[in-house]
């Protein structure tokens, strides 16, 4: 029997879960990788290294199905150390890179801001190398790659998510989980971090219906700058799509308005009857995962 519409939707939404594997490895990532700092890096001794925070979407439960790399901070106070790399970040961050490398197999490099480990059957981890900058609760000293240092919030914006998202009841998170296969279907232009803040902002109820949720959200972007500008809820990094020039922008809002023109021709077709259509419809939306039979 072909399932409807929303049959279809439910399936995909449980397809875009983390399987028990997927969480098996995310756990153990978390667990190798804090146990290798803790190695390198006593609490007592180099740096004074004060631990290691899961950070990012698995930290969020925004993570999706099949689960790419995972983000852990690694903090360290700003004494002499920080003084010694103020002005060569890169440096503190390649120091990172290769001591950790010292005690492990696996293979390990560096990226702008963070170093990259790929442990063997389990997958990518990046490890983001802060100072707590004092006197600033959560705030911390992260390279910008370029030498240089940013501030950053992790911890706060997480908690603000996970606030929002208990709002919600927890339909927040699983929003965002179809936005991030939306996105991978097409190209992956927009940042998780863009998209999970967009989609706190956009919502104030539970979600109740997830195909009218893609559909007013597409809308409320292209429509609505208090979303598609929206800042750091870290409160660091002021607004999150300055970067775009302003032929991005309108790029980018063009890509929205489309996106809400299909979503709601997906819904128009389902309330016709015509199932069939609908669900094709949707899988060029959410991508090739989505069920069409």
Known sequence: MPLTTVEAMNKF???????LSDQYQIGEREKI???????VFPKT??????????MGSAAKDTLIHPVGDIDILATFTADSAFMKYQK???AFLYNVRDLYNNVTTAKVASKRQAVTVMLQNYGYVDIAPVFL????????????????????????????FTLRDRLLNGTL????????AWNAAHGSCFGSYYLETM???AFASPITDYKQALADFFQRVYTDNSVFNVVDPGGQSGQLNAWMSPEQVAISKLVFKNEANRARQALFTELRGDHASSKAQWSSILGINFPTN
């Open 13 to 19: 939404v449980d397809f875009l879960e983390p399987t």
């Open 33 to 39: 990788v804090k146990r290798n700092l803790d190695s």
């Open 45 to 54: 001794g180099l740096f004074d290294y004060t631990g290691a925070i899961l």
């Open 88 to 90: 060569d970040s890169s």
């Open 133 to 160: 900058i004092p006197g600033e609760p959560d705030v911390y000293a992260l390279p910008d790659g370029n030498k240089g240092w940013m501030s950053t919030a992790p911890v706060r914006a997480k908690n603000w």
């Open 173 to 180: 998170s699983t929003f965002v989980k179809l936005l991030k």
């Open 199 to 201: 989609a706190a902002t």
